[in-house]
């Protein structure tokens, strides 16, 4: 079955510190990964996507995250967290073949310490 | 680029009535486009695809009847939510796609916010 699993439902970090957010999926063809960073009140707005190339991607906000797929997984990346970082984070996975459709995890809520 | 708007951004409505949102991609042509919904402190759970002409493709377990979809252009989707009732409160999403199926960015609105009393 296609899914994907963001393990940690929520995460605190100190503003510098660095951040990585877990994302796993189990997808049966050529997998296309995307984040979406999500405010409370607000739409989607498109972190980073990977559909092919270098596994490394890199996305907006100063955010970049890795695709392994020996470890079906496409962990979220920042390395000084900013307190306007807070917010919910959500990784998807869609493919070719199908009509489009994107399997979201179920996010992670980003608090940002002072 | 890739803009999409939605309108109103929240609704309040009585039980019994009937509500329309508008989603609008604003500087592209949206072959297709998505509603999802979206449940406080949860993910987006997809309602349906439209495709531009067509019929939309609904999820199982949404009823088709209640949730009328309509994408009369490649800029604009409606959904309206039929004889609403409180359960029927919720964040409703779009999002809209340059590609017609296969792997392409989906680009959401600002949501709308339905309460019904």
């Known amino acids: 079955a296609q899914s994907v699993t963001q393990p940690d439902i929520h995460i605190t970090v100190s503003e510098g510190a660095s951040l990585e957010l877990r994302c796993n999926y189990s997808?049966?063809?050529?997998?296309?990964l995307f984040w979406y960073v999500q405010s409370p009140g607000q739409g989607l707005q498109l972190l980073l996507k990977?559909?092919?190339?270098?596994?490394l991607v890199q996305g907006i906000k100063g955010f970049e995250a890795e695709f392994k797929r020996s470890q079906s997984s496409f962990n979220l990346r920042k390395p000084s967290v900013h307190w306007s970082d807070a917010a919910e984070y959500f990784c998807a996975v869609g493919g070719s073949g199908n009509t489009g459709k994107l399997i979201f995890g179920q996010g992670t809520t980003l608090q940002v310490k002072p | 680029g890739a803009v999409v708007s939605q309108h109103p951004s929240r609704v309040i409505c009585k039980s019994g009535t009937s509500v329309k949102i508008e989603c609008r991609s604003l500087?592209?042509?949206?072959?297709?486009m998505f509603w999802y919904r979206q449940f406080p402190k949860q993910s987006l759970m997809l309602m349906a695809t439209s495709n531009e002409g067509s019929k939309a493709t609904y999820e199982q377990g949404v009823e088709k009847d209640k949730f009328l979809i309509n994408h009369a252009s490649l800029t604009l989707s409606t959904l309206t939510v039929t004889s609403a009732h409180p359960e029927d409160s919720s964040f409703y999403i779009c999002?809209?796609?340059?590609?017609?199926?296969?792997?392409?960015?989906?680009?959401f609105g600002p949501g709308t916010r339905l309460t019904v009393l």
């Open positions: 500087d592209f042509q949206a072959t297709t």
């Open positions: 990977y559909f092919s190339g270098d596994t």
């Open positions: 997808y049966g063809a050529t997998p296309y």
């Open positions: 999002s809209a796609s340059k590609a017609s199926g296969g792997p392409d960015t989906q680009y």
